[in-house]
């Protein structure tokens, strides 16, 4: 049987290989008034409140915008604040991509950034990027915003787990024995993840965090 019956098979249930320990996009919209305007770039389908705007470079049910996310056709300051969750990775140029987030803000709005730190190769159609918390902060100052809040959303289990992962994968191939193998040891390693709840605020977790996060205010 061919790895692609398996995937038609239970390929879809099988367990993330991160885990988020807290909810960081829910504690951000808590920062938000009643009627915000607040829009999600790369949302890939996913509606974090109904009233979100989404946008994004390929057609799902939910994109309000399709368009070349280094280049958005929407007026300057038109949201009060912006969500960019792992997205930034996959374009060409970050930097253009960060310009254009500020430049739809409005003065004082707030952006919510998260990136891939310790995460193996995975194409959305690409694949370009990795970000230390200094790096991010770097990053994300130098495009005019300052500081909430930074750390990790996905801890040092999540990148151990996904190295795990792949490492399998180097070993067998990426045939049937090494796919098998790969997936039943998601299912092994799902107790482990919750590891996370306790490191996740450990500054020595940053070292090697899957994945981090920056919120800021547009200044």
Same mark, same amino acid.
């Not at 045939?175 to 090494?178: A, D, I, K, S, V």
């Given at each position: 049987m061919a790895w692609v019956s398996l995937k038609?098979?239970?390929y879809k249930i099988l367990p993330s290989l991160t885990f988020q320990p807290r909810d960081k996009v829910a504690d951000t919209l808590k920062m938000f008034s009643e009627g915000a305007k607040i829009c999600d770039i790369g949302a890939g389908g996913r509606k974090i409140t109904p009233a979100v705007y989404t946008i994004d470079g390929f057609v799902t049910q939910n994109t309000d915008l399709v368009c070349? /996310?280094?280049?958005?056709? &929407?007026?300057?300051?038109?949201?009060d604040g912006i969500f960019c969750t792992g997205t930034l990775e996959h374009i060409e140029n970050p930097h253009r991509a960060i310009s254009e987030i500020f430049r739809l803000l409005k003065k004082d709005g707030i952006v919510h950034i998260e990136v891939p730190f310790i995460q193996g190769y995975h194409a959305d159609p690409n694949d370009y990027w990795r970000?230390? /918390?200094?790096?991010?902060? &770097?990053?994300?100052?130098?495009?005019?915003?300052?500081?909430?809040?930074?750390?990790?959303?996905?801890?040092?289990?999540?990148a151990l787990n996904w190295i795990l992962n792949e490492h399998i994968i180097c070993l067998l191939g990426n045939?049937?024995?090494?796919n098998v193998i790969a997936s039943f040891m998601r299912f092994v390693f799902i107790p482990f993840r919750y590891i996370d709840c306790l490191l996740i605020n450990k500054n020595f977790s940053l070292r090697i965090a899957s994945g981090i996060y920056f919120v800021g205010r547009r200044v």
């Open positions: 038609q098979g239970f070349d /996310i280094h280049n958005i056709s &929407l007026p300057d300051e038109s949201f970000w230390t /918390i200094e790096g991010l902060k &770097l990053f994300c100052l130098k495009a005019g915003f300052s500081e909430i809040e930074s750390g990790a959303h996905m801890g040092p289990t999540s045939g049937f024995l090494g």
